[in-house]
Each structure stands twice: as C-alpha cells, then as structure tokens.
C-alpha cells in the first residue's frame, strides 16, 4: 500500500488569472477539490503535477514521497 503524500497546499491560496490553478501550491481546481477522497496513488500524481506547473525547488520535494 502507498502512503499518502503531504498535501502541498502552503496555505497562501489565490488562483491565476484563468481561476483555475492556485498558484502557490500549484493544483488546478478540480484537484484541490478531490484531495480528501482521492487515493494515495492519485494523490502523488496530483503533487507530481502541481510540482511541475509550480516548478519550485520546495514543491519539488514533495514529488520525492
């Protein structure tokens, strides 16, 4: 079993200019709103992609877990 990542979230929430990413944690909308019910396995896909949008040295890390 997969354990599940920290969220990314860093508690500094505003959205692009599209409203559809926030762009400190870097999740699209749709995916903050599936955190808590998605699976482990989705939730890494999940920080693994909003690594990549953010790419921050610190968002970074969590795509290591």
Known sequence: ?????????EDICALDDSASVCTSCG?????????????????????RRSSARVGSPASQEHSKT
Request: hydrophobic content about 35%; some cysteine.
């Open 1 to 9: 079993m997969t354990s599940r990542p920290p969220s990314p979230c």
């Open 27 to 47: 999740r699209t909308v749709a995916e903050i709103a599936e955190w808590g019910s998605a699976t482990a396995s989705r939730q890494h896909e999940v920080v």
